[in-house]
């Protein structure tokens, strides 16, 4: 994309702003930024003004889960029909680390963050080893797919190669790149990071595998022949990953995605809850439960919303296809964001000063007809680490894998 080019993108979206500083550049920094420009979609946008609208939600209502005793139960059946899905080759795995450790002092990649305590212990290292446990099960290699962003790619990368990727066989991970989305004001007016270069951040974890789509990922798993995508978080690091009875439960039942499960702690828990939307699998952040929702019972007197969401879920890749192939909504969730000020100095504010864009996970689930809620024991399966010290910490974690015999 030439100058010219850029100026009318912009001058159509009401952007011109971006090329405030253009004539004081570097031709690098010049080419740089209308690179970005070129990538950047300009479409979202146009949905600063909408923010409520985005957001409604039709009618809920619950959905019960697979309990922990209707899987034992099943336990044998289930586990061999995923050992059976895995030694075809069915299975991948796809391991969400856009993210950076911010929230817990870090300036680098939340997956290299060290929870060790007598030696070291990353957050990389611990999903490795929790995959690791399948591999050696089953006898067979899975494919891992690690989603970085353009914050993190190359310290991501060149972590796992000096840490001579934790002991997995380095051709069976490949690394792809999350799409970015443009920061704005309130006005929907992009900020600028630098004045060559437009704000942006990771477009949300409903976004994963349409970035797999434009890496080319997705040809490497229709030529490896895998049929389901168990797609984490990085920050679970007691989470099960292609967990054989998981994979099986959800084959068995013919269900489009499955949803790893917990039950709540208490009704106010700060977890998102799944459940139906107008007759369709969906998830209620836990801002958005009402005190209706959060008090509700089931027709045994239990609570109605007492399953919790990991993000833990296996999709059938082909529904995957599907989705990405109609338009996601778009969440408008107003942050904090980085700037340069009218005098180009650097500006980090203390108050949220404006909106990122995102596709959420969620709004994957809503598009398919069926899910499995499957639930899993919390404390050898969830130990989240979104703080430093509190609940969800690093402390927290630590003391739930000391409890699971992980010498940290």
């Known amino acids: ?8 993108k912009l001058e159509k979206y009401g952007q011109l702003h971006v090329l405030k500083y253009y004539d004081e550049l570097t031709n690098e920094e010049k080419a740089a930024l209308l690179k970005q420009i070129e990538e950047t979609d300009m479409e979202v946008l146009l949905n600063a003004s909408h923010k409520d609208e985005a957001d409604a939600k039709g009618k809920i209502t619950p959905l019960s889960a697979m309990t922990l005793a209707e899987i034992e139960s099943k336990k044998d059946e289930f586990m061999k029909a995923g050992i059976d899905a895995i030694k075809a080759g069915k ?27 007598t030696k070291e212990v990353y957050i990389f290292e611990r999903l490795i080893d929790n995959l690791m446990d399948v591999v050696k099960l089953t006898d067979t290699w899975i ?11 190359e310290a991501t990368t060149a972590f796992f190669k000096e840490k001579n990727y934790f002991g997995y066989r380095p051709e069976y991970i490949t690394f792809f790149m999350q799409d970015m989305a443009p920061a704005t004001d309130y006005d ?12 942006t951040s990771p477009n949300g974890n409903g976004g994963w595998f349409l970035s797999m789509m434009k890496w080319g990922v997705v040809d490497k798993i229709r030529e490896a022949g895998i049929e389901w995508l168990n797609v984490f978080a990085v920050d ?27 039950c709540k702690n208490a009704p106010d828990e700060k977890i998102g ?22 008090n509700a019972k089931d027709e045994s007197g239990n609570p109605a919303y007492s399953y919790g969401v990991i993000l833990n879920y296996l999709f059938r890749e082909k529904a995957l296809e599907d989705i990405v192939a109609k338009k996601l909504p778009l969440h408008i969730v107003e942050k904090k964001i980085p700037y340069i000020d009218e005098a180009g100095n650097p500006i980090k504010p203390e108050e949220p000063n404006g909106y990122k864009y995102e596709q959420l996970v969620l709004d994957m689930i809503h598009e398919l007809d069926s899910c499995l809620p499957y639930e899993v024991k919390r404390n050898y399966e969830f130990a989240p680490i979104k703080n430093k010290t509190g609940v969800d910490s690093v402390e927290s974690a630590r003391e739930l894998c000391r409890e699971n015999g992980i010498e940290l």
Do not use: W
Request: proline letters at 3%.
């Open 1 to 8: 994309m030439d100058y010219n080019e850029a100026y009318k």
């Open 91 to 117: 299975v991948g795995a796809v391991l969400l680390a856009g993210g950076m450790g911010t929230r817990l002092g870090s300036d680098a990649p939340k997956g290299v963050y060290n929870i060790g305590i």
């Open 143 to 153: 494919h891992l797919f690690v989603m970085t962003s353009d914050k993190n790619h």
């Open 188 to 199: 929907g007016k992009v900020y600028m990071e630098a004045k060559n270069k437009i704000s």
């Open 236 to 262: 679970n690091v007691l989470q099960r990953i292609a967990d054989p009875c998981f994979v099986g439960a959800t084959i068995l039942t013919d269900s489009d995605v499955g949803s790893k499960v917990v």
């Open 273 to 294: 809850v799944i459940c139906l939307e107008d007759g369709r699998p969906s998830i209620v952040e836990y801002y958005e439960l009402t005190d209706e929702m959060m």
